[in-house]
């Protein structure tokens, strides 16, 4: 149930927002980032993700998540919840006013090939694949995406 711009503004101005981020990483350990096209974290390098919808049980929520950010949709099943993390943007959709604050379930999605996907250009402008060890000091990728390393550094990618 998307709100209406009003509403969400009030929602987004007095409580968390609980989101899930998608870390879809290839067999050689390469991470899917995209450039963000709106704020918060506008033209940062960030993983996929999106808000959970009022009423709208997590597995529904991912596999509308990975068809829209991905072009494929995919059980929450095929993933690995990598863990619980909090977003807080001086800003939000609305600009500088409301601030915004996620609370984000972060997935690890292992895929076989970059060419499975459909990947849209609604929320990214563009996208590229980077091995974590690249992200570290990339002033482009948000901080937040740099935040999930250590704990992917721990998460063997599946059937390896």
């Not at 939000?92 to 990947?119: C, K, N, R, W």
């Not at 929320?123 to 390393?149: C, I, M």
Request: net charge negative; aromatic share 10%; hydrophobic share 40%.
């Amino acid at each position: 149930m998307w709100l209406a711009d009003e509403t969400f503004r009030t929602v987004v101005a007095s409580t968390p927002l609980v989101a899930i981020d998608l870390l879809v990483r290839l067999p050689d350990g390469s991470l899917l980032l995209g450039k963000r096209a709106n704020p918060p974290a506008q033209g940062y390098w960030f993983v996929p993700g999106g808000r959970v919808q009022k009423n709208e049980p997590l597995d529904s929520a991912f596999r509308r998540l990975t068809e829209t950010e991905l072009g494929v949709p995919l059980p929450r099943s095929d993933a690995r919840l990598l863990g619980v993390y909090q977003h807080f943007y001086a800003d939000s959709i609305f600009g500088q006013s409301p601030d915004t604050h996620y609370v984000v379930m972060a997935y690890v999605v292992d895929i076989d090939s970059q060419e499975s996907l459909q990947l849209p250009v609604t929320q990214h402008d563009a996208f590229l694949w980077k091995l974590p060890e690249n992200l570290l000091g990339h002033s482009g990728v948000h901080p937040y995406t740099r935040d999930y390393l250590p704990a992917l550094a721990h998460l063997p990618s599946k059937g390896l």
